[in-house]
T-cell receptor, first 113, second 109 residues
């Protein structure tokens, strides 16, 4: 059964702590993405990766970091430098970066207090 | 500035009452336009990709069309299970993606 998994579904952290969100895909897709979704706003791109060991900043990368050591995995770390980290985080993948639809995971809702 | 605007923000329909959702876009060059369905608390589910003006795609009660400036998602005889938020996204020739804020559709039995 191919797809994208994100874990955990809900995550709670105290302010000042770093937290890592997991994203795994078994679709053999080259490209992977992280988005943030806030009420009343469109999805905003945090980071994306076109190939292993390479990634680029999106529109709102400040306070986030990623790694792409394996094709199937693209974890996102929300650092304490992110000023407003509470949000719904979505991971996506696509066969490539040009004219391909993105397939999304189920999302992780992060709450920082 | 490139952008995507969806209208209306919210739409309530009686079961069986057909309607259309709009996605207007301004990008320097269109590589693709994508429609997604998103249920509350879940990730978006891919519906359609459209590449050029005049193209149409259908799936069950949904039909997506594309012109040079906008796309429509037509919903024919909707059912309560069609209730969701419908998102539109465009990709420009620089491979940048832009998402709209979505139309929240409620179909009343």
């Amino acid at each position: 059964d191919g797809g994208i998994t994100q874990s955990p579904k809900y995550l709670f952290r105290k302010e000042g702590q770093n937290v890592t969100l997991s994203c795994e895909q078994n679709l053999n897709h080259d490209a992977m993405y992280w988005y943030r979704q806030d009420p009343g706003q469109g999805l905003r791109l945090i980071y994306y990766s076109q190939i292993v060991n390479d990634f680029q900043k999106g529109d709102i990368a400040e306070g986030y970091s990623v790694s792409r050591e394996k094709k199937e995995s693209f974890p996102l770390t929300v650092t304490s430098a992110q000023k407003n980290p509470t949000a719904f985080y979505l991971c996506a993948s696509s066969p490539g970066t040009s004219a391909y639809e993105q397939y999304f995971g189920p999302g992780t809702r992060l709450t920082v207090t | 500035e490139d952008q995507v605007t969806q209208s209306p923000e919210a739409l309530r329909l009686q079961e069986g009452e057909s309607s259309s959702l709009n996605c207007s876009y301004t990008v320097s060059g269109l590589r693709g336009l994508f429609w997604y369905r998103q249920d509350p608390g879940k990730g978006p589910e891919f519906l359609f990709t459209l590449y050029s003006a005049g193209e149409e795609k259908e799936k069950e009660r949904l039909k997506a069309t594309l012109t040079k400036k906008e796309s429509f998602l037509h919903i024919t005889a909707p059912k309560p299970e069609d209730s969701a938020t419908y998102l539109c996204a465009v990709q420009d020739t620089g491979n940048q993606f832009y998402f709209g804020t979505g139309t929240s559709l409620t179909v009343i039995p």
